[in-house]
Nanobody
Framework: QVQLVESGGGLVQPGGSLRLSCAAS????????MAWYRQAPGKQRELVAA????????NYADSVRGRFTISRDNAKNTVYLQMNSLKPEDTAVYYC??????????????WGQGTQVTVSS
């Protein structure tokens, strides 16, 4: 198992921005497709964005496409989620995980503690 530690969440007003980070342990981070998921209260966890091992290909949920950007720095074993134009419906706990592929909803690792994002005025 890889240890994943998410950070960067917080309270932001609608229209604001946040940048989430996910730091991974181990020396083989660069071979994995990584993904961000989120879970809102009373809802199932959903795939938000994924990025392949090189960072050259990405996939986004329709609800965030054009507002969120996933990126990674393999030298720092870190994946990021830049979130712009935030909406109240983006409120959720955000998690990162290792994915089987860009379009998979089958994460491979155990879940970290996540980071809370609250969008509210």
């Amino acid at each position: 198992q890889v240890q994943l530690v998410e950070s960067g969440g917080g309270l932001v007003q609608p229209g604001g921005s946040l940048r989430l980070s996910c730091a991974a342990s181990g020396s083989i981070f660069s071979i994995f497709t990584m993904a961000w998921y989120r879970q809102a209260p009373g809802k199932q966890r959903e795939l938000v964005a994924a990025i392949n091992s090189s960072g050259g290909s990405t996939n986004y949920a329709d609800s965030v496409r054009g507002r969120f950007t996933i990126s990674r720095d393999n030298a720092k074993n870190t994946v990021y989620l830049q979130m712009n134009s935030l909406k109240p419906e983006d409120t959720a706990v955000y998690y990162c995980n290792i994915n089987r592929g860009l379009y998979s909803r089958d994460p491979l690792n155990s879940w970290g503690q996540g980071t809370q994002v609250t969008v509210s005025s």
